[in-house]
């Protein structure tokens, strides 16, 4: 049976300085590159034959960290159905701008509202549908293989993989906090 290997980006300037980010390209930090050896580390001997990232450098730059002492790690695919939740409108500006200008309320349902869309972005549903298929695809191409499977995604798509393939509650999913160091382990 397959293993996936799932992770969040290291941490990025934008993430520093409490932007919400989305699909803007943010530079990962020193902290974030250390975050991403600690997952190296942690999968150091693990075997990994495929890898999944996103257009994203903050995707690209954890992931080749993670897999730089995999050299059976052959294939790696960029796949969007995992990038980031889209902020549209919001992205680049700081928590706190949001907060002053349009208070606490409007910032909570824009941030960690299931349904609630900020101007011209995703909701959480929205980014649900994506990783709903890109997860029957993993199934469809990887399941009773025995293949070892790394994906550097982003907090909010981890969010919602983690809610479907746990079977957990909306408020479950809104809840939690995705870290920067950790991975999370599926079976196919």
């Known amino acids: 049976m397959s293993k996936i290997y799932l992770f969040r980006h290291g941490q990025t300037?934008?993430?520093?300085?409490?932007?919400?980010?989305?699909?803007?390209?943010?530079?990962?930090?020193?902290?974030?590159?250390?975050?991403?050896?600690?997952?190296?580390?942690?999968?150091?001997?693990?075997?990994?034959?495929?890898?999944?990232?996103?257009?994203?450098?903050?995707?690209?730059?954890?992931?080749?960290?993670?897999?730089?002492?995999?050299?059976?790690?052959?294939?790696?695919?960029?796949?969007?159905?995992?990038i980031e939740r889209s902020y549209g409108d919001l992205a680049g500006l700081t928590h706190q701008e949001i907060i002053d200008g349009l208070g606490i309320g409007q910032y909570e349902e824009w941030h960690r509202g299931f349904y609630d869309q900020p101007p011209a972005g995703e909701s959480f549903d929205d980014v649900e549908m994506r990783v709903m298929d890109f997860i029957a695809d993993l199934k469809k191409e990887y399941s009773g293989k025995n293949l070892g499977i790394a994906i550097s995604a982003h907090g909010n798509s981890i969010r919602l993989f983690r809610k479907i393939m746990e079977n957990s509650t909306v408020e479950e999913c809104t809840s939690w906090k995705i870290p920067y160091d950790q991975f999370y382990e599926y079976q196919l």
């Open 13 to 82: 300037d934008f993430n520093e300085q409490q932007k919400f980010t989305g699909w803007k390209d943010s530079k990962i930090t020193d902290n974030g590159r250390k975050s991403a050896q600690t997952i190296a580390d942690l999968l150091r001997y693990t075997h990994l034959d495929v890898a999944y990232h996103t257009r994203l450098s903050r995707s690209i730059d954890t992931l080749n960290i993670v897999i730089k002492d995999h050299p059976e790690c052959t294939k790696t695919i960029v796949d969007d159905r995992m």
